[in-house]
Structure formats: structure tokens, C-alpha cells
């Protein structure tokens, strides 16, 4: 295929769903898959899905490892970011620890998969690969490009509800809920402009919500909702204050093509 179009605008865009395409519907169905035992099935799965991103911008754009970790926005892990996520969640951990008296219902299987390899794989595939090669390659705009990624990662969510037996508007709930988590932590990213940042609060809400065991779904009741939904404005609120007059991501340029022939 002509190198022109690949790295075109329709090129981009092109090559970009047909990985979330790939991964999406395929990624957890590949037969060798079904050889390994549980929970290193799902973990082997997600770490795959990770490394399809990275192997996709680096064949394309012609990039070095670390310059492919820096093009899905994942650049060095930094105590800002920490303590941003760690200060978000509270609402959450406080609301769900003082429901559940602080006693935690988790393994460290679970911790491993809600607080590592899940908001990683996810954060990865929907927001620094879709996201930011729609946006910052292909030149959409940042809600054209992130209204992409909602439905497929709502629907991947809708197994919960089948699970729970949920009926018509526990599954509208469901898909509302997770669609909303990705415009949340796909504008994160675009205000941060660092991937870390939907990761960290992505896995630190997924892990005070099952820690707790607030609910088997997404769902969840009232007061476990005005938790959550305080916990998200007051990301929204420390995010407008501690990147105001900072530039999105969207506007700041890609990695350069030249890191390939560079050393990391």
C-alpha cells in the first residue's frame, strides 16, 4: 500500500478503525486464549490489546518504543498526576468506605485486574490510540474524535447487565454510565495532555467501587452515584484550575517521525 496514503489524513483514519475494529471484536476470541487458565486469560488479552496500539503507531509513523509510548501519551509517570487522581477519588473511597465499614472484599487478583491491567488496556486502545490518532493525526476534532470510541466501549460493558439480569433500563443505565466514563477520561486527556492521568483515576474508581462492593455493575444505587458524579466534578474542577491557560492535546504536535532514527 502506498506510504502517501497511510500517512494521509483518510489513511490515518482508516488504519486507526480498523484496529479498534481488530481489537475489539476479536482480541478476546483468539483460540490459544482459551488454553490459558483464568485470570491470566483476561490478562493476557488486555496486555496484547496494549501492545497491538503500540506496535500500530510505531509501523506507522515509524517510531523508536519509547517515542511510540510517548504517541499513546504515555510519558513518565509523574507525582502531579498521582496526587491529582488520589485527591479526585476521595469522595468515592470516603462515601463507600464509611458504607462498607472499610472492610475490603478484594484478592489480589482482583487488584491486579481493576487497578492495573483493565483501566490500562482500556485507557490505551479507546483514548491514547483512537483518541489521539483521530484527533491529533487525522485532524478531527476532539468530540468527533472521542464520540468514536463510545459506543464500542460502552457496549463492552454490557456483559455486567446481562450477568446481573438486568432488565431494559438497568441496561440503558449500564451503556449511560460507561458512556459517560469515556467522555470523561477521553476529555482528561485532552486537558492533560498525559494518559496516566485517565488511567490513574480510572483505576483508583474501579478499585474504591469493587473494594467496597458497592455493586456488581456499573450501575450502582443513589448515594453510590452522587459519590461518583462528585468524585468527576471535582476532577473537572481541579483539572480547569491546574491546567487553565495550558494548551489540550489536541494542540500540541505529535511525536516527530525523526525519533526512529534516534536512541531512546
Given at each position: 500500500?502506498?506510504?502517501?496514503?497511510?500517512?494521509?489524513?483518510?489513511?490515518?483514519?482508516?488504519?486507526?478503525?480498523?484496529?479498534?475494529?481488530?481489537?475489539?471484536?476479536?482480541?478476546?476470541?483468539?483460540?490459544?486464549?482459551?488454553?490459558?487458565?483464568?485470570?491470566?486469560?483476561?490478562?493476557?488479552?488486555?496486555?496484547?490489546?496494549?501492545?497491538?496500539?503500540?506496535?500500530?503507531?510505531?509501523?506507522?509513523?515509524?517510531?523508536?518504543?519509547?517515542a511510540a509510548l510517548l504517541e499513546l501519551g504515555l510519558g513518565p509517570l509523574t507525582g502531579r498526576a498521582l496526587g491529582f487522581?488520589?485527591?479526585?477519588?476521595?469522595?468515592?473511597?470516603?462515601?463507600?468506605?464509611?458504607?462498607?465499614?472499610?472492610?475490603?472484599?478484594?484478592?489480589?487478583?482482583?487488584?491486579?485486574?481493576?487497578?492495573?491491567?483493565?483501566?490500562?488496556?482500556?485507557?490505551?486502545?479507546?483514548?491514547?490510540?483512537?483518541?489521539?490518532?483521530?484527533?491529533?493525526?487525522?485532524?478531527?476534532?476532539?468530540?468527533?474524535?472521542?464520540?468514536?470510541?463510545?459506543?464500542?466501549?460502552?457496549?463492552?460493558?454490557?456483559?455486567?447487565?446481562?450477568?446481573?439480569?438486568?432488565?431494559?433500563?438497568?441496561?440503558?443505565?449500564?451503556?449511560?454510565?460507561?458512556?459517560?466514563?469515556?467522555?470523561?477520561?477521553?476529555?482528561?486527556?485532552?486537558?492533560w495532555g498525559d494518559l496516566w492521568v485517565p488511567i490513574g483515576m480510572h483505576a483508583l474508581m474501579n478499585l474504591s467501587w469493587d473494594a467496597f462492593d458497592v455493586d456488581a455493575t456499573a450501575l450502582g444505587g443513589t448515594q453510590?452515584?452522587?459519590?461518583?458524579?462528585?468524585?468527576?466534578?471535582?476532577?473537572?474542577?481541579?483539572?480547569?484550575?491546574?491546567?487553565?491557560?495550558?494548551?489540550?492535546?489536541?494542540?500540541?504536535?505529535?511525536?516527530?517521525?525523526?525519533?526512529?532514527?534516534?536512541?531512546?
Open positions: 500500500m502506498d506510504r502517501r496514503f497511510l500517512e494521509s489524513r483518510v489513511g490515518i483514519t482508516v488504519i486507526t478503525l480498523a484496529v479498534l475494529l481488530l481489537v475489539d471484536t476479536y482480541m478476546h476470541t483468539l483460540p490459544f486464549l482459551h488454553r490459558v487458565p483464568r485470570p491470566f486469560r483476561l490478562w493476557t488479552w488486555q496486555s496484547a490489546q496494549v501492545l497491538v496500539c503500540l506496535g500500530a503507531v510505531a509501523l506507522l509513523h515509524r517510531l523508536r518504543p519509547r487522581c488520589a485527591v479526585a477519588v476521595l469522595p468515592m473511597v470516603l462515601t463507600y468506605g464509611a458504607a462498607a465499614g472499610f472492610q475490603v472484599h478484594l484478592g489480589w487478583t482482583d487488584i491486579v485486574t481493576q487497578a492495573v491491567t483493565v483501566p490500562l488496556a482500556e485507557e490505551v486502545l479507546y483514548r491514547g490510540y483512537v483518541l489521539g490518532q483521530l484527533q491529533r493525526r487525522a485532524g478531527w476534532s476532539f468530540w468527533g474524535a472521542a464520540l468514536v470510541g463510545l459506543a464500542p466501549f460502552a457496549l463492552g460493558h454490557l456483559y455486567q447487565s446481562v450477568r446481573a439480569g438486568h432488565g431494559l433500563w438497568g441496561v440503558a443505565g449500564v451503556l449511560a454510565i460507561t458512556g459517560l466514563g469515556h467522555l470523561f477520561f477521553s476529555w482528561l486527556l485532552e486537558r453510590a452515584n452522587v459519590a461518583r458524579f462528585t468524585t468527576v466534578g471535582l476532577a473537572l474542577g481541579l483539572t480547569l484550575f491546574l491546567r487553565r491557560g495550558q494548551p489540550g492535546w489536541g494542540a500540541t504536535p505529535p511525536v516527530s517521525r525523526s525519533s526512529w532514527s534516534y536512541r531512546d
